[in-house]
């Protein structure tokens, strides 16, 4: 038994249109598509300049709190510290409402410095640091009520910035 072959027309696709829609579907996408910046952490450094910053006058053992970081351990003056303290720390060391002689003698002068292990985490020296600021944050509240008599978050940037001028965070690390 003989089969024939039935000649049937060939369908082609033309793959240069294929490729231009394709080529416009991905354009598309990138220019309706929203790209997710970092989150960097905002830190004020010093001026760039080549020799390294020259403190004219000596720190006074007052002024200064040590805090080490140790993987999950936090030394504050050599003494462990829980990680949740810390804001209160701070507060209690920059402000120093009690006029102690463990704390810093004038908020402007307080100074903070921060020594890392090198099995320390990054996510540890961020929460770290994080602290740190909500200590300042706290001391910023508190004085922003007594000098201009208003609530932090009321104060326009004018007065936020002579606050931080006032009462700078002086963070120092090894």
Avoid: C
């Avoid at 905002?42 to 805090?67: G, H, Q």
């Avoid at 740190?132 to 001391?139: A, Q």
């Avoid at 932090?152 to 940037?157: G, K, T």
């Amino acid at each position: 038994m003989g089969f024939r072959r039935l000649h049937r027309p060939e369908s082609k696709i033309n793959a240069g249109t294929m490729a231009d829609i394709g080529f416009l579907l991905l354009i598309f996408f990138l220019v309706t598509s929203s790209m997710q910046s970092r989150k960097n952490i905002p830190i004020n450094l010093p001026p760039n300049n080549n020799e390294a910053t020259v403190i004219s006058e000596p720190i006074d053992e007052r002024n200064l709190l040590e805090i080490k970081l140790d993987n999950d351990i936090v030394l504050i003056k050599n003494q462990q510290m829980p990680w949740d303290s810390i804001p209160s720390i701070i507060e209690s060391f920059v402000a120093n409402p009690t006029k102690s002689n463990q704390n810093a003698e004038n908020s402007n002068k307080a100074l903070i410095t921060i020594t890392a292990t090198d099995k320390t985490p990054y996510q540890q020296y961020i929460r770290l640091y994080d602290s740190l600021r909500s200590g300042y944050i706290r001391v910023y509240v508190v004085k922003s009520l007594e000098i201009f008599n208003q609530s932090y978050s009321a104060l326009p940037s004018a007065l936020k910035d002579s606050l931080y001028k006032q009462i700078p965070m002086r963070v120092a690390e090894e």
